[in-house]
């Protein structure tokens, strides 16, 4: 309001001065009364809002006391005083009007009417916006809590020629970013008052000290109060912000230190501040140095307040200590304050967390009987205790007792009720939505809320037998479920990776008329093509062609992965061609599938025939479309192709991955290209991707197999050195090879490293070619001991046990080679 008389042309200056006097007395008086009540401290916008108001006082005073400028024109000779007032007195008037409405819109916190109204006093008569105007609009938008607004119109102020701003209009910037915790900005503005010319007040430093004390940031709000003692000198809002910074995080002693650093400056500490030091104390563990504050307080006659013991009494019961709490309220009442509901609900959540329902039962009755009345945070606590114990029958008559004695459900105790429900047996089940349908005043719009909830709930635990059990519960309600009730189920159903029932409930909805959002429906198809179910995927898209509800084109590329899955080229290329018919663009997860199906059949001109079309099409291959035809290349031996690829992919900027390696190798390794296979270790370090078990186990095997052995064995021990753990395809490779070539006791010693040192699961070793060769060289003691050591052995062919028991029994030794020992 304040802002108002600032635009007056000052007809009405002493009037309006006697109002902004008047605000002025009543605000001093507010302060006082806070103190003295030891009430919390106004706040920044309160503190802010008296200075407006001296300010606009200083201003209106100046302004009455000036010659009237209108009237001395009226008089000057020549001058037709009648043609000057029809002139002048609809601009003026109409810069008066948009004034006000400017300032309106500040007050109702409507940055954007501010900002519109503001472009029309700038398209007004010259001189119509002034400084004020821009903080009329800083003022709106910081209302809106809309900082980035605030800031920007502070800066258009700084920018504006022959205008700058005030301390107000830059507190109201640090103000709104303080209070939205953004402590950065609020020292920043609060460093370039200065360089503005400004110097800060008390509610500049106030601010960002504020802002420091709720983000935890004792030391930088420390570090701003050293400022303000050096600078304006600190208030009682100053401290207590300090005050409460370490009691948040429980630093006892140095809130004392500013408690006492506080009485040494002048400033007389009110309750608030001793509170902060006892929960400090409380929050640090200390209850004996809480208490001696509390006596400390009586000694000097200051009254302590529910907040004092409250600090104690909830470190009391989170201690587990429930008795020695309720003790507490008594030691309270016993000292002239009466307990609140608050501080009883501290020792009711204490006995609720602890399982405690009988005591916390009893003490809900002395609420009561001590004539407070328990609130819905009370009956919380209770639902919550219920809730852990699964005591859904309990929780149902707890809300119809509090129902009964006026205190009332929210949305949190629909919530705790719903989850009860999902944890008990039908009967109850039914007794507890009976309650909520009667709880919420039998509308049906309300208790539709309330199934939404528990289904919500449902959603969240992928509980679909409790969510179908919901569903059913609309019926016997005799409610319709809405949108939102399907389409949790349908989430429920997806989530759950039941895709049976998520199919049903989805047809249901189109059978209602209902469509689900888009999103739910992709997963759905997403799910069904990672399964592979071509047939349910293709029933679904037909029922939603059927029903007239839109496809996409990500539920046409679920069935052409589905497709190319298979290796079923003909039938994704169908499916593609469908979609674009439906009028779906194909982007670059179906020509991805599409090269991907071309590489399961073996058809690599087929898969670069399909590259080339989505280029032409304006689609840029990704990371997924070129792995999946070098794949192609793989699969067809072609490593030169493969390497064009690869090529291709770099000069496009396609960051190549660990599986695009991978694959590469395996290419190069089935064309034989050993040198290139060997190369590729380097071209990975070159950018930056780590080799793993599966890279060196394709180059060991590729290399093996060529009959390489030696190269194979070198980069097996190589692979050990460069931290990558060789996994059991990497020894059975080299193991085998060696045995092929006839140096049995070479391929031993790498099957004992991969038993004793690799941590290889010994079920994944092969000792067929080891037993073989045992066979071939007649070392059949070696045989049957390594037979009998659980490793990967077949039961019938060549090296295998049965082999092995044949050869034993032609020379009579009657062993089981499986056990290795001799059977009587």
């Known amino acids: 309001m304040a802002l108002d008389w600032f635009t007056s042309d000052g007809t009405d200056g002493g009037a309006s001065l006697m109002h902004l006097l008047g605000i002025v007395t009543l605000a001093i008086s507010a302060f006082s009364l806070c103190e003295l009540c030891g009430w919390s401290p106004l706040t920044a916008a309160s503190e802010e809002l008296l200075v407006v108001a001296l300010l606009g006082g200083l201003e209106l005073w100046r302004r009455a006391s000036a010659p009237k400028q209108k009237l001395h024109r009226k008089s000057d000779p020549g001058v037709d005083a009648e043609k000057v007032e029809k002139v002048e007195k609809p601009e003026t008037h109409s810069c008066h009007s948009a004034h006000s409405k400017l300032q309106a819109a500040a007050r109702a916190a409507d940055g954007k009417l501010a900002e519109t109204l503001f472009a029309e006093l700038q398209s007004g008569p010259a001189g119509s916006v002034n400084a004020m105007c821009y903080g009329a609009v800083i003022n709106a938008f910081a209302g809106g809590r809309n900082a980035s607004g605030a800031e920007r119109w502070l800066k258009a102020l700084i920018d504006a020629p022959s205008l700058t701003p005030n301390v107000i209009s830059v507190n109201i910037v640090i103000s709104v970013f303080a209070k939205q915790g953004n402590v950065g900005r609020a020292e920043y503005w609060l460093e370039q008052m200065p360089r503005l010319g400004l110097d800060p007040d008390v509610l500049s430093f106030n601010a960002v000290i504020d802002a420091c004390a709720r983000a935890g940031e004792v030391d930088r709000a420390e570090e701003w109060l050293q400022k303000l003692l050096a600078g304006p000198g600190p208030n009682l809002v100053s401290f207590s912000s300090m005050l409460h910074a370490c009691a948040r995080i429980g630093e006892a002693h140095r809130a004392e230190e500013w408690l006492w650093r506080m009485e040494t400056h002048g400033v007389k500490p009110n309750i608030i501040c001793y509170n902060s030091v006892i929960y400090a104390w409380c929050q640090a563990g200390k209850l004996d140095k809480a208490e001696d504050w509390l006596k400390y307080l009586q000694a000097r006659g200051i009254q302590p307040t529910v ?276 009028g779906c663009q194909g982007d670059v997860a179906s020509f991805s599938s599409l090269v991907h199906a071309c590489a399961k059949g073996n058809q690599l001109p087929r ?27 793989a699969r067809c031996a072609n490593g030169d192709r493969a390497e064009f690829w690869f090529q291709k992919m770099i000069r496009a900027g396609v960051q190549p991955a660990l599986l695009t390696f991978n694959t590469l190798m395996n290419a190069f390794v089935k064309a034989h290209q050993r040198g290139r296979a060997e190369d590729l270790l380097s071209t990975m370090r070159a950018h930056g991707v780590a080799a793993d078990a599966v890279t060196y186990s394709t180059l060991i095997h590729g290399l093996v197999t060529a009959g390489d052995v ?114 009587r």
């Open 307 to 582: 907040t004092s013991y409250g600090a104690i009494i909830n470190f009391v019961a989170k201690s587990g200590e429930t008795l020695a709490a309720e003790g507490w309220i008594d030691r309270m009442q016993a000292a002239g304050v009466r307990a609140d509901i608050a501080s009883y609900n501290m020792v009711l959540g204490a006995y609720c967390r602890a399982g405690r329902l009988v005591e916390a039962e009893k003490l809900l009755e002395t609420i009561f009987a001590r004539g407070l009345r328990a609130n819905t945070s009370s009956l919380n606590l209770m639902l919550g205790g219920y809730l852990r114990q699964a005591d859904g029958k309990q929780a149902s008559a707890c809300v119809r007792s509090m129902r009964q004695r006026g205190v009332m459900a929210d949305s949190l105790s629909w919530k705790l009720l719903m989850k009860c429900a999902t944890l008990c047996a039908e009967p109850v089940r039914k007794q507890i939505m009976d309650e909520i349908h009667l709880g919420q005043s039998g509308t049906e719009q309300g208790s539709v809320a309330c199934f939404n909830a528990m289904l919500s709930h449902c959603a969240t635990t992928k509980d679909v037998q409790g969510a179908e059990a919901c569903m059913e519960g609309f019926e016997a309600a005799g409610i319709e479920p809405n949108s939102a009730s399907y389409l949790t189920i349908l989430e429920t159903c997806v989530g759950a990776g039941n895709t049976s029932r998520a199919e049903y409930w989805h047809q249901r909805m189109l059978e209602q008329g209902m469509d689900c959002q888009l999103p739910v429906v992709n997963q759905l198809f997403h799910a069904l093509g990672k399964l592979g179910d071509i047939d349910r995927l293709k029933e679904l898209l037909e029922s939603r062609i059927r029903h007239q509800r839109e496809v996409t084109g990500s539920m046409y590329n679920a069935l052409i992965s589905a497709y190319a899955k298979r290796g079923d080229v003909q039938e994704a290329e169908r499916c593609f061609e469908e979609m674009l018919s439906q």
């Open 607 to 633: 898969a670069e025939a399909w590259i080339k079309r989505m280029e032409e099409m304006g689609l840029e291959a990704n990371v997924v479309t070129y792995n999946s035809v070098i794949n192609a290349c």
């Open 710 to 823: 030696q190269r194979g064995e070198h980069w097996l021990l190589r692979m050990q050195k460069c931290d990558v753990t060789p996994n059991a395809f990497c020894f059975n490779a080299v193991i085998q090879a060696w045995c092929t070539a006839g140096y049995v006791d070479r391929a031993l010693d790498h099957l004992r490293t991969a038993i004793t040192t690799s941590g290889i699961s010994k079920s994944g070793l092969s000792v067929q070619p080891l037993l073989l060769a045992f066979i071939k060289e007649e070392r059949l003691d070696e045989a049957i001991y390594w037979s009998s050591q659980q490793l990967s052995v077949p039961r019938y062919g060549p090296g295998s046990l049965a082999h092995l028991r044949a050869v034993l029994e032609a020379q009579g030794r009657n062993v089981d080679p499986g056990r290795g020992r001799e059977v």
